[in-house]
């Protein structure tokens, strides 16, 4: 299974941009990047996915260098309704992929007023 | 568009029982994948199930077993509880335009005294 590093936590304040870091260092070819965010006592919500290169949607942005051995997950101007779990996930649903699904620990994020 | 449903929300158990814990897809989804989160952790993979048949499993023991139904819901089934079964049971939903982005549910509560 591909595993996957994450900070523990990161505290930040209202407005700012929020980047976390994800180590994947024995992704699969066929693996993609997804990242989720998980408040209490809920299932985790899907922010945003990648295979390489820079993805933005409305909400966040992830980057993923040519190695893919990293990713970043980007937050621009954070609020209070962010501070949540991260989830980096590291996977594929090819059945000759083996679909290895693998989260990592996750990034406690506090948002602060 | 329904979104993906657990049940039951809570449930006690004695140690050495067997339990069912069931899933009902989002509307166009044809794959179901099951997770285990212990308190403070992130969701671990047990399995997942593409159109009926299983198609990948993570690091958990054969008295954890699943079914998908012709309408793609899912059944995760534990025999002989352990405490250590104590988590928060998570199933996803994904397929339809995306096969990467996955839909959670709330999750079922198990406890086993």
């Known amino acids: 299974l591909a595993k996957t590093t994450q900070p523990i936590s990161m505290d930040s304040y209202e407005g700012q941009e929020v980047n976390i870091t994800c180590s994947h260092n024995n992704i699969a070819t066929n693996d993609y990047i997804t990242w989720y965010q998980q408040f209490p006592s809920q299932g985790p919500r899907f922010i945003i996915q990648?295979?390489?290169t820079k993805v933005t949607n409305e909400v966040a942005s992830l980057f993923i260098p040519a190695d893919r051995k990293s990713s970043t997950l980007s937050l621009p101007r954070v609020s209070l309704s962010d501070t949540a779990v991260y989830y980096c996930l590291v996977g594929g649903y090819l059945k000759a992929a083996g679909n290895k699904l693998t989260f990592g620990g996750g990034t406690r994020v506090l948002v602060k007023p | 568009e329904t979104g993906v449903t657990q049940s039951p929300t809570h449930l006690i158990k004695t140690r050495g029982q067997q339990v069912t814990l069931r899933c009902s897809s989002q509307?166009?989804?044809?794959?179901v994948s099951w997770y285990q989160q212990a308190l403070g952790q992130g969701p671990q993979f047990i399995f997942q199930?593409?159109?009926?048949?299983?198609?990948g499993r993570g690091n958990f023991p054969p008295r954890f077993s699943g079914l998908q139904f012709p309408n793609y819901s899912s059944e995760l089934n534990v025999n002989a509880l352990e405490l250590d079964d104590s988590a928060l049971y998570l199933c996803?939903?994904?397929?339809?335009?995306?096969?990467?982005?996955?839909?959670f549910g709330p999750g079922t509560r198990l406890t086993v005294t």
């Open positions: 199930y593409y159109r009926e048949e299983e198609n």
């Open positions: 996803a939903s994904s397929g339809g335009t995306s096969l990467y982005e996955q839909y």
């Open positions: 990648g295979y390489k």
């Open positions: 509307s166009g989804h044809n794959t």
